[in-house]
């Protein structure tokens, strides 16, 4: 199993042809792989800290 780690908040801009795409690069949006936003979820989150996301918001881990 390959493990994916993403280094990212903001989303990844692709360009193909005449059209541009934003790909997911924070691992929360619903219509992955492209964005919708949810990164924004993420926007204060601290450095060298460990979240999860749920319904109800953002949940720190604690080692």
């Known amino acids: 199993?390959?493990?994916?780690?993403?280094?990212?908040?903001?989303?990844?801009?692709?360009?193909?042809?005449?059209?541009?795409?934003?790909l997911c690069m924070c691992g929360l949006s619903k219509k992955k792989p492209f964005c919708d936003g949810s990164h924004k979820r993420t926007k204060y989150e601290e450095e060298g800290k460990l979240y999860i996301y749920d319904q109800e918001g953002r949940v720190e881990i604690k080692p």
């Open 1 to 22: 199993m390959r493990l994916v780690v993403f280094t990212e908040k903001e989303p990844y801009k692709l360009e193909a042809g005449e059209k541009t795409y934003y």
